[in-house]
């Protein structure tokens, strides 16, 4: 060390210090114990989806993959062909509509629904002075499918009080395995279902011999993330991505608009293959919403549910 810069030392002693040329004069950031930076500076957070990946979602895989891929390792999803369709044109080799009525006053006619410009289209019109006046359809798959499995709808909601639906089921009412993705009612008529507009009505129904099950898992858009495209977008404002993940013979994870949206547990095994079905009917309840207006069969603009497409993977391990 020279003399000055021992001289200087001297001075500044109870100061700042010096350092000899041994010394380093800048030290990088110290690393913690985990070989992290210094845990007194802010770390970056963790990576929030932007509207850009919502809006670019691989159309090969199911949405949330794109958000965040929760898929379990050395597993892989395979596009199930005959429960996968854009709706170009009608497949009768992958659906058909059973005509079985629900109360009245629903009446299922093969004529209230079909495919055109690219989407499958459910239509509720009126057979005034009928008792079963609310004219509408059903489409299933002819195709059944169990767990692990994952299958998602792009849908746009008729304009009346009414349930859309879309949902996996396999049996009667008596007997039965059931998973209601969404029984969605964008404008219900009691007055007593304010959120419904924007509520995902998910539930599950295993019934035995009578004896029910059931669970809801219903979400509301509203609580999407902010970079959401969906977000607190009303069902017959723009088509939403409804889906589930059937995990397991137990676990239902449903989904919206690529993002995990309320979620059931059964209490028994889910035993049955399942098909996926659309429907659209109406009946005088509060649960429901309450009973379509029949002003409102008389509107095309409003009393037509459109499905854009559908797509269905099993899960598989990797080869």
């Known amino acids: 060390m020279n003399w000055h810069l021992w001289m200087l030392c001297m001075v500044f002693l109870l100061g700042a210090g010096c350092q000899t040329d041994d010394d380093n004069v800048q030290k ?17 957070p963790e990576k929030e989806p932007t509207t850009a990946d919502f809006e670019n979602m691989d159309p090969d895989l199911p949405s949330f993959v794109s958000i965040d891929d929760t898929t379990p390792e050395d597993m892989q999803w395979i596009k199930v062909d005959g429960l996968t369709d854009e709706f170009d044109s009608w497949d009768e080799i992958k659906w058909f509509k059973p005509l079985w009525n629900y109360d009245v006053p629903v009446q299922m006619k093969a004529e209230n629904s079909g495919v055109a410009d690219g989407n499958l289209w459910i239509k509720a019109t009126l057979d005034e002075g009928a008792e079963r006046w609310f004219e509408t359809s059903r489409v299933q798959s002819k195709e059944q499918i169990s767990y692990p499995m994952y299958t ?41 279902q304010p959120d ?40 017959n404002e723009e088509y939403h991505i409804v889906g589930v993940w059937w995990k397991d013979a137990t676990h239902i994870q449903f989904y919206l608009d690529g993002e995990p949206a309320g979620s059931v547990v059964s209490e028994r095994d889910f035993t049955r293959d399942l098909n996926l079905i659309w429907d659209l009917w109406t009946f005088d309840a509060d649960w429901l919403g309450g009973l379509a207006k029949k002003e409102d069969l008389l509107d095309d603009s409003i009393n037509t549910m459109k499905v854009d497409w559908v797509r269905t993977w ?6």
């Open 314 to 319: 099993k899960l598989e391990p990797t080869q």
């Open 28 to 44: 990088e950031p110290e690393e913690n114990e985990q070989g992290g930076e210094n845990p007194d500076e802010e770390t970056d």
């Open 196 to 235: 419904f507009p924007w509520q995902m009505n998910s539930q599950y129904f295993h019934v035995i011999d009578d004896d029910t099950r059931r669970e809801k898992g219903n979400f509301d858009n509203r609580n999407l993330s902010n970079a959401n495209p969906g977000k607190g977008i009303k069902w």
């Open 152 to 192: 998602e709808s792009r849908i746009r909601t008729a304009h009346i009080s009414a349930y859309n639906t879309f949902w996996l089921n396999n049996g009667d009412i008596s007997n039965r395995n059931e998973i209601d993705v969404i029984e969605n009612n964008s404008k219900p008529s009691c007055g007593c």
